[in-house]
């Protein structure tokens, strides 16, 4: 994540915070007085979006100074100081709604991801975020997943061919999907997903190049059958399952062997983590 | 929430679901076809963000045409088709994901709010948002939480005085701030936040003019002590509350005669709400 | 008044004045020659514009120096040369006009205001700009006025209620008004225009809350009777005048009593003050 | 000026004069209401910037009409209704002043000029404008001199060479830039600003190209003398004259047989005609 | 390529070609004259760039026609009109030039590639494109490939995995690369490009996942040995080769059944193919 | 060419190349690796570039070093290294072929013109580009055609008077032309577009100003019978010749005493040179 990238995120940010400044610093706080700040957790979580709120102070005033005490992706107790920010009080205030938008959000994500792959630690499966992402949020979002140790699914409609329900109704069933396929050369990966077992094995006896199948909705059961048919088959698909798996059962599913478990609630429903800035320690220019 | 306010943002959405165009589409689905698809409630929900998706299919496709069975803001039980999109199935298909996901973030907050103002129906008291917001997404989720039935708190640093920890740390104490506040002339409605009996004493005892005071994590118990000093000294100054109510308690605050309770969650931490988009129908175009 | 808020408005002045280069510097100017201007009041001012003068340069070649010999919204003599900038001469000649056309401009409301604000000091009267402003230079016009010892009025649309005879006809009488406005609850200050005594005397008596008045093209008499009406009946309601008032009467009106006096002249007919940019002296890279 | 042209212009005059909508017009007026209003002429003035207010409402509200009863850049009579704006009430107050702002900057720089180019018609001297522009509002404001009958000087540092005496000073005299100019091939169009009969007579004696001589802040009775001198040396040169030439005196200029007068008051000091638009009529939709 | 994806770089191809009008247009031709003009090939082409045309003239003024006498991505003889524009003269002059601009480069792409896949009909070898795609310009480009019969290689960074000397030298080796590559999972497809023998060997020997190999600067022989050595060891990867292959022995390559064939020029280098803009009938508004 | 002029170009193409980042490097190269890369002219060229060189690895990463061992503008021979870029192997990486794409067409014009102009040195003649630029890329590529060391004809519609067939054909012939022109006063240069001798002689016999005639695809044979047609008409008239000109005849063109040759293909066929970006040397970062 480039700053070149987010610059015109964070301007619009700013804009929309402060379209004609900050009327009650204006009208409390003198420009002359300084000050220094943390960033305090009220929480367990994984820290994320250091570069965004660098960014964030850096556009509104380019004297303030942001330190960390700890790495972008480390986990920190609740309790924990675990940034400082010092310049003139006003950009301090200034900075920090829009800061801890940006800072409890992603932190929010990655902590959430955290939680999940830690569980799935030492198995071959991989978490993916899906394309449920909040719009205009989504480079940031992706790499909040990826800070949480989750990976990548297809960023965009443009960089991964993914066939889903609407798709195989629109062109009248799977194995015209699967024709067409045939005759329709790719540098992209090919994945599809699939509903029934009926569906899955018409993908499996199609000679028609698949590179991943997702399972979707699939039940625990019919997950462990569908990855046993699989080997069968075509022993070199991918496996991915979607649906119903969340922190408190992902282990489990992640232990049948499957590659990819994709979650979109991690991006879609997003619950922010608790921090909060407080201003420690006031001073006037020249002090 | 005009066209005119959202276009950018949704050429963003579009520009980062599909930089290069939709590849599974293009390598499937021929030009020529038509097609009907429904917008489906998975759960019971208000719906929300319907002018946003017309104008996503707009900016696509001038020629998708979308049409509602329910207004805006209406509640719909899971399992309803709440609204139709008819036109080519490329258009269809490239305009489903960013579509629902304005629809299923912004029908997530008016949801949250119905039920939260549900409950507080008959009482005086409102419920706020706050400049907890999604960087970018703004104007959106405050409008979600007008159609939920919620009221919009201050948009941003711009348009009202709020004076909070940061900013009685910065001057050395609420004494201060409100000599300060005497001298400083402004048009814009003055809240103060106060995190104890101490500090509410001195606003109720100080000649400064205070619009609204907001009573920062207080308790059940001492939120009805407060409003009661507030009743004696001060009357006419409005109460806001905030902290610690969720829509299992709320009620019960509301009923002690609160004006305004203000809720950060319902814009920072939004639960997406299930919805899908499914073609029901597809045809050759002259069919 | 930031950097990241006036960027791009000082880019497309650039580029409205520069598409394509300045071909008469490039056509005679050698690009390693070096100068010094200063900024010439050719008549009385105030001074304002600098941070954007600095911008202008920043934004055209970095390594241009500007340096001020008065601080902002300092008045100054006729003759004085209040600021010089070094750097190529290239970089001078390209930022001249620019400058000058936003320091002329936004000193010239500074100026303007400065003569009115001074002639009601020490009274309680303040004045207030409004929303005449000229397209895109909003948030500047506004910082002007700040600077010329004036207060802001409202931004937008967004952070006031202001309620005018359009909005009274709209509603079919000023009383429809009162009674909407009772049922209709706002965290925002609530003005009302009035044009008659008739009007007047209805807000007076409505139970509606209502925060200012503004009695519209009141004669001076007139607004004398006002102001005792109010203070009969509602005597902590704020009056604003408008209409009429000059600099050469400002004086008389604000002995009245009023609170707030708004001028949209200050912003929609100003005069630019006579400035100009002089190169002093010259000298070639490395002497 | 084409619509294309303006919309970023327009667009940002909405946002920066409703970020968050338009709250009196949200509180009080419902959305099914339908009015007409019209725009009246307060004072004698040109009609300038119809396209402007068109684009103005098109980009608020596709459905609003606007019509007008003059052509663009007619003359009407105060007390004229020159134009009628037929629309929900909601978007016609919301665009009233975004519209009126633009309408009567633009009317007062058409006003203006076609009062000075009245008085010089007959004569062969044309109206100039100059690069004196308020800072994006460019385009606009020589549109709105074209309209007044005036001619635009050069738009920009990109399409004419125009040496005046900033650029002498940097290259060491009037001779040094002729004798540059003579080595430097250009497409462009070149005019040399004078301030003194010496250098005029360099400009006269010189061979370098010069297409138009300007004489900066010359009197009456020193002009006079200038064209003789002209006539002698280089008839085919064409004459500007610059520097305090006002509606009173510009008749007087032109008869002594100018090519040109210039003048930055026209764009620099706009004095805004009194335009107000008023509703005259509300019904309710299906009425 | 959809409308919203280009109107800004439309507006901006508009605004660098008449910042502040068409001069020649404005001063010659009257508003009322109405016109007919026909695009005609002056050389053999492959006609790309209709939807691009349409956006300009429709940005330009809703009111021109654009009709077509063949579709998108036919070929055309020299002298050949295939299409026509209706509308007044004025903006059909203002949009000639920017349209013929991209007509003629993206014809000019689609008329190259058009030829080189015409020679490798009937072999399993595609033409690729690469990302040396002129900067601004590559949406479009890509296009004018596909139109042409061109394949799309990767989009950009994002959407591919691409190994090639850089990366080589900055991990120390190719070994070093593959074993890194075993250890870092991806859903994209993995290249990698070889220069040497030997490099392929090492490719070929690895049992990282490389899904295609490219061969960089071999010669034809070269290639041949290649491609049997590949059969040997890894027949299911793909085969891409590069350099050096032009229209005139483009046929030879593929006949040696190689899967892709990439060429930087036909977008680093295009010939724009020669068409002009030729009014044919004019006629007054009313006529 | 400035660095605020192409900074919004800039910031396109990298987001073009690499909307969600670089994958390969991202999956290989580790963050601290540090290295040094040349540019390699691969072939004689002259270097045009690299101010946007600069821009490019500016935006990406401010820490990276760009040196040039020769200056822009200057010739270099196959197999010179001409310029070093210092930093992260990631940033070298992410900026080469971007840079690359600017570098090469950049040059590539550079190449082209510098060789047509050398072939007309000492003629009075100057080589002049046109109005077929590629859309977005005027400012640069007449920035290089500078470079190369020929001269900028009208940047714009906004900014030269030139009259072609079109016009001749919508205002029914020269002679009306020319009757409408005299009527036209306008400050920029007029140039008329002449295909035959019946043309040129209605051009040398009006008393219209004309400045530039152009002979349109005139033959050598005629272009030296117009010339003394000129000659004896109108001396003063500058002649620009178009059409049929190229590397290998453009001397004998100039011979013939034209002011000006203008060639589009300079700008709208542009052959890239070869040039390539090389990493040399990488380490850690400590090291």
């Known amino acids: 994540m480039d700053h070149w990238q987010i610059q015109e995120l964070i301007i619009n940010a700013l804009k929309e915070d402060m379209p004609f400044g900050d ?58 100081k675990f940034g400082y920010v010092t310049g003139t009080v006003r950009s301090l205030l200034q900075g920090e709604r829009v800061s801890l938008n940006f800072l409890q959000h992603l932190s929010g994500i990655a902590t959430k991801v955290r939680r999940m792959t830690k569980k799935i ?4 499966t991989l978490l993916l975020d899906t394309r449920k992402t909040l719009p205009g949020l989504k480079v940031l979002q ?40 045939k005759r329709s050369p790719t540098l992209l990966k090919v994945e599809i997903e699939v509903k029934t077992f ?8 199609s000679d028609a190049q698949v590179d991943i199948v997702m399972l979707d909705n699939f039940s625990y059961e019919d997950i462990k059958r ?4 699989i080997r069968v088959y075509k022993p070199q698909i991918k496996v991915e399952i979607s649906g119903g798996i969340r922190e408190d059962n992902i282990e489990q599913f992640a232990e ?3 590659d990819f478990i994709s979650s979109g609630a991690i991006t879609h429903s997003v619950k922010a983590v608790d921090i909060s800035m407080k201003i420690e320690r006031v001073w006037e220019r020249g002090d």
């Open 226 to 229: 569908a990855l046993e048919l």
């Open 198 to 205: 009926e569906e899955l094995l018409i993908v499996l006896q």
């Open 23 to 80: 009327q009650t610093t204006e009208l409390l706080i003198p420009e002359g007085i300084l000050g220094r700040a943390f960033f305090l957790a009220k929480e367990d979580l994984v820290v994320c979006g250091q570069p965004v709120v660098e960014a964030v102070f850096k556009l509104l005033d380019q004297d303030v100074k942001v330190e960390w005490t700890v790495p972008e992706g480390e986990e920190v107790k609740a309790g924990t």
């Open 121 to 124: 630690e030492g198995t071959k």
């Open 142 to 181: 992706k790499y909040a997943v990826r800070v949480g140790g989750g990976t990548n699914h297809r960023f965009s409609l443009s960089d991964g061919i993914l066939i889903k329900d609407n798709h195989i109704k629109a062109l009248g069933g799977l194995k015209q999907v699967l024709e067409k396929l």
């Open 256 to 258: 049948l062997g499957v």
